[in-house]
């Protein structure tokens, strides 16, 4: 998406250790008429989903999450970092091991609004190792649900996650995939054909 990639040309900051930052309008301060057309786009690729519920996972998935459940006209559930875990089983839970803070959390979704009539869409800012996706998509099997897909605004293409999450037939769409970045030569976009 054009529009996503000339934003992070400009304002993204290339960090040592494969880091992007984008707080500026992403996953601090957030640009919700960025978020709208981002919304609008995964509308568009996902036309053919009947997709009734968002999951994503906080922090920094809820926004985007919501600006695009719009779009959907579908909630927005979020996982939950738990500290410890409830195991009277009115929850599914998971282990995703964080990218940006190298720990690993207890993530939680409660049973009362996730289960087999559901059609879901996950949501989420960035795909890395692909860690937080597959806590994500182990959640919505022990639900019973059917995934209908995944919206990721940045793919990392450089590090194996959408390999990963690809290779298990989920349909991924990022909306702007970084073939490689440096903190001297700035980012490279992978073109994506059939995108905006
Ligand atoms: P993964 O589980 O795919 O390795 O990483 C996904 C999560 O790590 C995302 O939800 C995001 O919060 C965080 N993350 C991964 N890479 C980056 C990055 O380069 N910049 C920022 N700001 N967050 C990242």
Redesign the pocket.
Known sequence: MKLLEDKIRKDGVVKEG?????DSFL?HQMDIPLFDEMGKEWKRLFADAPVNKILT?EA??IGVACIAARHFGVPVVFAKKARSVNIDGEVYSTKIE???HRRVYDVIVSRKFLGPEDHVLII??????????EGLIQIVESAGAVLEGIGIAIE?GFQP?GELIRGKGVRVESLAVIESMDVESGVKFRRQPGHS
């Open positions: 494969g880091v992007l930052k984008v996953n996972i920094s998935g964080s990218f940006t989420d800012d960035f795909l890395a190792n692909g860690k937080a996706l990392k996650g």
